[in-house]
């Protein structure tokens, strides 16, 4: 069960209003990356995992915090909508300055949220739930939420830069904070799942390397540029870190099956056949008719 406290996590309150940076905001709020996608996605993951303990508690622990970030961002965006201009008359009559900004803002938070937040990014695509990724493995699952607090804490520090106003800085400051937790916290869980004995890499780890082309495949670097300057990564030589193999490096890299000639596709479907002379397609044609 949930339930909710009035209280927020940290202050979401601006020094002043900023229509156009409650645009930006957005993005970390209803974009691929923002607090929507990784809230539902830690819970989705938790409410999956077939594990009682605590890799369950973890999904939903951070899933609950990364809810609570949402209200937070939420609220700042409509804080920062308040008092804004509704038109950009009004917003250049004392400051064209200001009427500049307000050519950045977003209508729809008026129009549609009535000077509120929206579930979008900060073009105003709606938040889907496409975004969110709970397969049920937890070292698939967690290797892609070190990515998706990366990537969150990235847009989080390139909107730092954006602003000016001290309020918005420093709940910034509290998000970043907690994304590099975040990002600490599921690098330490792959360790975790080694340690227990429960997964390793690749993932799925329970699929038998008997049955994958291992010899040929599995560890060879295949090179597709001109010149070897790949060559000298650390995945193109050495061990691999799943410790299974050793990288190898490929730098003409050759066909294994000839060039595919598909059949003539189904009349019915009215796809354009080269194989057929036009005979044969008045021949087709006249057969349906």
């Keep these: 069960m949930f339930s909710h406290i009035k209280d ?21 709020l209803g974009g691929k990356w923002g607090e929507m996608t990784v809230a539902n996605q830690y819970l989705y993951q938790g409410w999956n995992c077939r594990l009682p303990g605590k890799y369950k508690d973890l999904f939903l622990d951070v899933g609950t915090e990364e809810m609570g970030h949402v209200e937070m961002i939420a609220t700042m965006i409509t804080r ?7 038109s950009l008359q009004e917003a250049a009559a004392d400051n064209p300055m200001v009427g500049a900004i307000y050519g950045g803002s977003n209508p729809a938070h008026f129009i549609h949220g009535g000077g509120g937040a929206l579930p ?32 969150g804490r990235l847009q989080v520090a390139r909107l730092f830069n954006m ?6 800085k420093n709940m910034l400051r509290f998000l970043l904070a907690r ?29 038998p390397d008997s049955k994958e082309f291992t010899e040929k495949f599995s560890y060879t670097y295949l090179d597709f540029s001109p010149g070897t300057d790949a060559s000298e990564g650390r995945w193109a030589s050495g061990p691999a870190p799943d410790g299974k193999g050793e990288f190898r490096y490929d730098h003409s890299p050759r066909a294994h099956a000839p060039e595919p000639v598909l059949p003539p596709g189904d009349p019915r479907l009215y796809g354009t056949n ?10 087709v044609k006249s057969k349906l008719t």
């Design 8 to 28: 927020l996590q940290f202050e979401a309150k601006p020094d002043g209003p900023d229509a156009a940076f409650a645009r930006r905001l957005q993005e970390i």
């Design 80 to 86: 920062l909508l308040e008092n804004a201009p509704l």
């Design 120 to 151: 979008a990014d900060s073009n105003g695509v709606p938040w889907s739930g496409a975004f969110v990724t709970a397969s049920g493995n937890l070292m698939a699952d967690f290797q892609l939420n070190v990515t998706a607090e990366a990537q």
């Design 163 to 168: 602003t000016d106003d001290p309020g918005v």
């Design 179 to 207: 994304d590099t937790m975040h990002q600490n916290m599921w690098m330490a869980a792959i360790e975790q799942l080694k340690e227990d004995g429960l997964e390793e890499m690749p993932v799925p780890d329970a699929f």
């Design 274 to 283: 080269p194989g057929l002379a036009k005979g044969a397609v008045n021949k």
